[in-house]
């Protein structure tokens, strides 16, 4: 899944800007983050 995220992101801001891009994409991995309220806010839901 994250390798098809990161292709169509790729392939939407190279139509945008009209260049080739590099995309590097990393996963943050936080234990029991579903159970902690702060971390699903610091996570943006």
Do not use: C, H, P
Request: no cysteine.
């Amino acid at each position: 899944v994250l390798k098809r995220i990161g292709t169509e992101a790729r392939q939407d801001i190279e139509r945008m800007t009209g260049a080739k891009v590099y995309l590097k994409l990393f996963v943050r991995v936080e234990k029991n983050w579903r159970k902690d309220s702060t971390a699903i806010a610091r996570f943006g839901y």
